[in-house]
């Protein structure tokens, strides 16, 4: 399947605008500007990655969405959640940076990962394709700086 990067990034953008949370004043909602960009992780022979515009991925290309958070008034915001959903046609690798998100399975209760379910008696890991989305908290964001947050994502 070829999916154009528009599409994913309208998406996206669209869920993760709708995400942002957990701010401390109502001010601070106007002075988080998010810029959120898709690109094709591609391996060297010495497993080096390379990050090039995705403007269409395939089946089994890994897509990495990394999205910017700046903060645009002088003074610091602290306490955000920020939200990146996977896509229902990719799964999420196990990459992503910070390291410090949690994860969700039903879009609601996230929790560090890996996330760990318990079937027979046994606790197991959940599987990486069930996985909807990525939340990171983002503690203290000076004036006028920014954040990134990143996952990678295979195309199923």
Not at 59 to 68: K, M, N, P, W
Not at 113 to 131: A, F, Q, S
Request: glycine share 4%; net charge positive.
């Amino acid at each position: 399947m070829i999916m154009t990067a528009k599409r994913y990034l309208k998406i996206l953008m669209t869920t993760t605008i709708a995400s942002i949370a957990c701010l401390h004043s109502a001010q601070a909602t106007d002075a988080l500007k998010m810029e959120l960009q898709a690109t094709k992780v591609i391996r060297n022979a010495d497993g080096k990655a390379r990050y090039v515009v995705a403007s269409s991925a395939q089946s089994g290309e890994t897509v990495q969405y990394r999205a910017t958070y700046t903060n645009t008034i002088n003074q610091p915001i602290s306490d955000v959640a920020v939200t990146l959903p996977i896509p229902a046609n990719m799964t999420f690798t196990g990459e992503a940076r910070p390291k410090s998100a949690q994860a969700t399975i039903d879009g609601k209760n996230f929790t560090d990962m890996p996330l760990m379910r318990k079937v027979d008696g046994r606790v197991i890991k959940v599987p990486l394709t069930e996985y909807k989305a990525l939340r990171w908290n983002i503690k203290w964001l000076p004036a006028n700086k920014l954040a990134d947050v990143s996952l990678n994502t295979v195309i199923n």
